[in-house]
């Protein structure tokens, strides 16, 4: 009899614990689905990068106009219409954070002095927000 009562113990602890595991791995899925949902509104594409990075990050990428986001005028401008800009998205929990992949390229002496390409960044990190709030 105290045989049966271990194991039904032991049993019911291991049942508990994966389905609170399931749980937050469907929070977590929720979270990227509705990152994923969010950029795609916003005409950002999602792509895989050549190194290994962590389990809770997003890669995206977009084409921009530069006139949109650039305050002085380029020597070639027929050549230099458009840019694309890699950012990653890292989810833990509730918290998202928002920044370029590339921020050596993304740098203020590469850009120029008036650059207004941050501005990418914070109409992402808005559209993910309100996504998240609505499915929340």
């Known amino acids: 009899m105290k045989k049966l009562l271990v194991l039904t113990v032991i049993g019911s602890f291991l049942l508990g614990s994966n389905a609170f595991a399931s749980q937050t791995t469907a929070t977590e899925g929720t979270t ?42 380029y020597q070639n401008r027929q050549q230099h219409k458009t840019m694309t800009v890699y950012v990653k998205v890292d989810y833990a929990g509730d918290q998202v954070n928002v920044e370029f992949a590339d921020k050596v390229r993304m740098n203020p002496g590469s850009l120029g002095v008036g650059h207004k390409v941050d501005n990418v960044l914070d109409e992402l990190a808005s559209a993910i927000e309100q996504e998240l709030s609505a499915n929340v």
């Open 32 to 73: 990227a689905d509705a990152i994923h949902k969010a950029a795609m509104n916003d005409a950002w594409t999602p792509y895989k990068p050549s190194a290994k990075n962590g389990e809770q990050t997003l890669y995206f990428k977009k084409k921009i106009k530069n006139k949109d986001y650039h305050a002085y005028r």
